[in-house]
């Protein structure tokens, strides 16, 4: 293995000896973009996974899956966004849907009949 390759290497299983559950992107960019090269010049992604330490489906989906950037948010003041909203209660329900606007007496109902 060539130092390129050992020092991702040295990275990757510090992060598994630590519990890291996932690596960071620019580690996970350079494993694919390393597979990629080893492909082209004709190994096995197997064996790339191999050198590296992981599994190759985790070198698999590193590969197909495009790398999480940061992306822009809008920070609100909560008081402001408080005073600025309708009166009573603001839910978030798990499918994304959003009630506000309503008595607690009348969110109690709606939810009820959610459900």
Known sequence: MDRGIEELRARIVDGQRR???QHPSEVRAAAAELAARAQRRGV???STAQHLGVGMQTLQRWMASPIPRLRPVRVIDREAAQRAS???AIVH???GMRIEGLSTEE???FV???S
Do not use: E, F
């Open 93 to 95: 329900l798990p499918g």
């Open 44 to 46: 096995s992604l197997w």
């Open 112 to 114: 009820r009949a959610l």
């Open 107 to 109: 969110l109690v109902a």
């Open 86 to 88: 309708p009166a009573g």
């Open 19 to 21: 519990g890291v559950r």
